[in-house]
């Protein structure tokens, strides 16, 4: 995984990479693609209830289980922290504390995203290249 | 990941995923694919029954605990109810010792925190003697 994505993903990533065979050669930026594109519509969800006054914190939290159970699956560990972090603060009925940690939770995630694009365009780049190794040695 | 990954595609076992979320639903999936276990998808508890109902049997079912319409504690109860024998494990990110109790008690076999690993996959089916580790 190397030290480009150390701290942003755990180990549960590399199980991850572990299921992706030749039967499934894209398995893992499929399941990235699904986290994101869950990830979006949950971020859309809770920026909504955010604005709603008052705060329904059983709402904001159930959302957030979601969320964090897709961070966790996919080794996320900053999102995931960023997740427990904001379920807290709905435990504790705390509003300035869940946007104040919604906020951080958004750039991790946007980091995130970006740091997974990269790695898996660097991925094909690699694979482009053994091909080309390959049919120039033939 | 330590150990070799066993293939059991010769016991022809059969597995029901029962899972609201797509990330896990994608995983659990793959991971009984990689185990050689035929598996289907279902996004809750509601779903899982009705499958059983329309006359589907599975050896294994891989029961998450939070979901919509029908939770996994109501959908293992019913599915028990039924006379569903399967073994049930259930899975979920809930692992305190109270919700635990309450799913083991609707009529589980065996559980195990997400996220489901290969080797954590290997160990339920240990447990629910599909599989003998070596």
């Known amino acids: 995984m190397g030290k480009f994505m150390q701290g942003y993903l755990d180990e549960q990533f590399m199980e991850l990479e572990e299921l992706q065979d030749d039967a499934n050669p894209n398995f893992v930026e499929e399941v990235a ?6 990830s979006a519509r949950l971020i859309n969800n809770i920026d909504q209830a ?51 940690t919604f906020q951080e939770l958004k750039k991790e995630h946007a980091t995130l995203r ?8 660097v991925q094909a780049s690699d694979q482009l ?9 033939c | 990941m330590a150990g070799e990954i066993p293939n059991l595609a010769e016991s022809k076992l059969t597995a029901l995923v029962v899972d609201d979320n797509l990330v896990n639903q994608m995983m659990h999936h793959k991971l009984l694919d990689r185990l050689g ?34 939770n996994g504690i109501q959908a293992t109860k019913r599915l028990r109810e039924m006379g569903i024998e399967s073994k049930i494990a259930g899975v979920t990110t809930r692992a305190e010792e ?21 080797s954590k996959l290997v160990s339920i089916l240990h447990n629910l003697d599909f599989y003998v580790q070596t």
Do not use: W
Request: hydrophobic share 35%.
């Open chain 1, 129 to 137: 290249c053994v091909i080309n190794q390959l049919q120039n040695m």
């Open chain 2, 37 to 70: 276990i035929r598996n289907d998808v279902v996004c809750n508890g509601q779903e899982a029954v009705d499958a059983h109902c329309s006359g589907r049997n599975y050896d294994l079912i891989l029961m998450d605990m939070e979901m919509p319409i029908m």
């Open chain 2, 98 to 118: 109270e919700e635990r109790k309450e799913f083991m008690e609707a009529g589980l076999n065996d559980f195990q925190e997400k996220p489901l690993t290969i």
């Open chain 1, 114 to 121: 970006k740091k997974l694009e990269h790695y898996f365009q």
């Open chain 1, 33 to 38: 693609a699904s986290y994101f594109k869950d």
């Open chain 1, 50 to 100: 955010l604005r709603r006054g008052p705060l329904d914190f059983n709402r904001l939290d159930s959302y957030m289980h979601q969320f964090k159970g897709s961070s966790t699956s996919i080794g996320a560990s900053k999102v995931k922290t960023e997740c427990t972090m904001f379920r807290e603060y709905c435990r504790a009925g705390n509003a300035e504390g869940c946007l104040r």
